[in-house]
């Protein structure tokens, strides 16, 4: 009883663990690659692997595949993209085949494991902007966030006073800070 207990645990942590993109083309990226580093000379990297995340900017779907426009962002130890406010710059990366524009839309977070392909120049409001350029091996699209509704009191009690958190503490909204 205890061995299965214990495989039935080892199980659940490992599957949390689990990173958006497949293993066989986590073992091709190159992580001693940084954005910083790739967004200053992108050419210099060109035909290496690279793992990299944020948020949707903009979706063309063009004859050769659909290109992505993405703001890079910092990712998590699962590959999801984190701390949404902050960037080091823009990438684009280009799916050989239909993504369908509507679902990887504006705003959804998406990681990206690509081969550098050099660097695209393209207008960006009045500058020139310089865009790494990624052909992409694998794509992980992130379930979009939805706010959760606030009910502060079960089972839609209303307590204007107070009393009914006060008798039970544990379903005041703010108890855990």
Partial sequence: MRRLLSIVMALVFLSGCVHAISRDVLKEVDKEIIFSELVKDP????????????VIVKTLNKKEGT??????????????????????GRFLALYQGLLDSEIYRKGRKVTIAGTVQGEKVLPLGEIEYRYPYLLIKDIHLWEKEEPRPYEPYPWGLWDPWGWYSWWHPWYDPYWRH
């Fill in 43 to 54: 050419n210099a990297y060109k035909d290496k692997v690279v793992l990299l995340g944020g």
């Fill in 67 to 88: 290109l992505l426009e993405v703001y890079q962002t910092q990712l998590d130890q699962e590959g999801m993209p984190i701390q949404i406010d902050s960037s080091e």
